[in-house]
């Protein structure tokens, strides 16, 4: 799916579209990519003469490509976050990098879907964690 086609189905617009493309597993599982560009606004900040992405924005990236696993949910529904739990930040990701993430639904109850994530650079380990959403009617915004 290219970053056209999921602005088809997440509501995030520049600068918070944190997702290029994303591909599905038969299995489920979801793989993301976004490459970091060196405008990042939450970079320029972060820190002047040596910028990193704060880990905030990685549990970002982590959960857009989430919410691509769920679009059979999302046709009548906007994803917000409800919980994030057991994020670890491994490694630094910086401006020119490459995040891919490989995400899973693992849990459906009622409106919430449980989902883990993690955010590797290069095969290393930056970023992961189990992250929470829930279904919110389109008709309820």
């Known amino acids: 799916m290219t970053r056209e ?13 944190l997702v290029d493309e994303v591909t599905m597993d038969p299995d489920g599982t979801g793989h993301g990519k976004y490459r970091i560009r060196d405008d990042e606004f939450f970079c320029r900040g972060h820190f002047p003469g040596n910028p990193m992405v704060p880990g905030v924005i990685l549990c970002e990236i982590m959960a857009q490509s989430c919410t691509i696993t769920m679009l059979d949910a999302l046709v009548e529904n906007l994803a917000v976050y409800r919980g994030i739990d057991d994020v670890k930040f491994k490694n630094t990701v910086r401006p020119g990098d ?30 992961r964690g189990t992250l929470t959403f829930a279904l919110i009617p389109n008709k309820d915004l």
């Not at 086609?5 to 579209?17: D, K, N, Y």
């Not at 639904?105 to 409106?111: D, G, I, P, S």
């Open 5 to 17: 086609e999921i602005q088809e189905h997440i509501p995030h617009r520049e600068p918070m579209l």
């Open 98 to 127: 490459l995040c891919e993430i490989t995400c899973r639904v693992e849990e459906k109850k009622a409106n919430l879907i449980r989902c883990t994530a993690k955010l590797e650079v290069g095969g290393k380990l930056c970023c």
